[in-house]
């Protein structure tokens, strides 16, 4: 079948779309390849892609609506995964309209798509960070998230307010999956461990947020693709018991459904850092700075529902983790 990916020369849509390809998928791939940062990352990310048997690429903006709607007449994808945003906290503190193009009006544009050429399933990205000021852990689907504490993570809670719509109005199967600090080859630069690998190799400080007690729910790459896919090929149906009276935000009486995707196993930032040092075999320079505005202080995901429905079990140590990416790092700029 024809599968959409938005998003396929960013991190997760990149390794996604590979093991699709890998399992005989037909994929067509869009992305903007925008600068938020470097855009040679996100080409090359592309070259390994192109050139294999059954993907397509084509470079469009979701915001694009004419284009957006041409894509779907053309291809007619019978199901979307849906990974293409504006990410980041802090830069949606000084570039707030980015977010309202892609993650809202390009978001629009993926619904009336799916809404208007049958698509018989449709997968997205959420984002951990919709948990806001919510401070009971582990965090679970079934807490009510309606105290975002950035922009981004408000576009995040509005798309899933926007595909139940669309699953209770047009019976459009929506799954959204909450991603947790996702890591790995081929990374996105603006993440810290990145940014932390490239400084420590060229002898620079690292600067480390909230005296090194932020924790963080770290998933790698490998364990986050296996969710994708696993969910990819479970089709959402209506949950019977819901009840209106005390309303499960995880499900709906319309073919939806929320998961958390990520390592059940929250880690302190300073051991992260312990863990990437022993990887680089070098010990870190550390600038220890306060708490950042849009930051959370940790992220745990309940990942129970997610495990039961589709047998996901992510298995991979952040030692583990760390030392793929930095041998990754090590062959591709140094």
């Not at 965090?139 to 950035?150: A, C, F, G, M, T």
């Not at 810290?192 to 998933?219: C, S, W």
């Not at 220890?288 to 990942?303: N, R």
């Amino acid at each position: 079948m024809t599968l959409l990916v938005t998003g396929a020369a960013g991190f997760i849509g990149f390794h996604v779309t590979k093991t699709l390809l890998a399992r005989g998928e037909r994929v067509v791939g869009i992305d903007n390849l925008n600068d938020y940062y470097d855009p040679r990352l996100k080409h090359a990310r592309l070259r390994e892609l192109e050139g294999q048997p059954n993907f397509e690429f084509l470079r469009l903006d979701l915001a694009d609506r004419p284009g957006m709607e041409a894509l779907f007449a053309q291809f007619k994808p019978r199901r979307v995964i849906h990974l293409a945003a504006q990410a980041g906290v802090r830069y949606s503190l000084h570039n707030p309209h980015a977010y309202v193009d892609s993650n809202l009006v390009g978001f629009m544009n993926i619904l009336e798509g799916c809404r208007h050429h049958a698509v018989e399933h449709l997968v997205y990205a959420s984002s951990s960070s919709v948990y806001g000021l919510n401070t009971a852990m582990p965090y679970s689907v079934h807490h009510n998230v309606d105290h975002p504490i950035s922009l981004y993570a408000a576009t995040k809670k509005a798309n899933e307010l926007m595909a139940h719509s669309y699953a209770h109005l047009y019976r459009l199967p929506t799954t959204g999956l909450r991603f947790f600090t996702v890591y790995g080859p081929w990374g996105r630069p603006d993440m810290a461990y990145f940014k932390f690998t490239q400084a420590i190799l060229e002898g620079r400080p690292i600067e480390v947020y909230n005296h090194g007690k932020m924790q963080r729910d770290f998933t790698y790459i490998d364990d986050i693709v296996e969710g994708v896919i696993r969910v990819l090929d479970r089709i959402p149906a209506p949950n019977p018991a819901w009840d209106g009276a005390h309303p499960d935000p995880g499900s709906s009486p319309a073919p939806y459904r929320i998961y958390n995707i990520g390592n059940h196993s929250p880690v302190e930032l300073s051991r992260f850092i312990e863990a990437l040092e022993g990887a680089l075999g070098r010990t870190a320079e550390k600038v220890l700075l306060p708490m950042q505005p849009g930051d959370v202080p940790a992220t745990y995901a309940d990942v129970d529902d997610l495990m039961r429905d589709t047998g996901f079990a992510p298995s991979t140590s952040i030692e583990e983790g760390l030392a793929r990416f930095v041998a990754w790092y090590r062959g591709y700029y140094v």
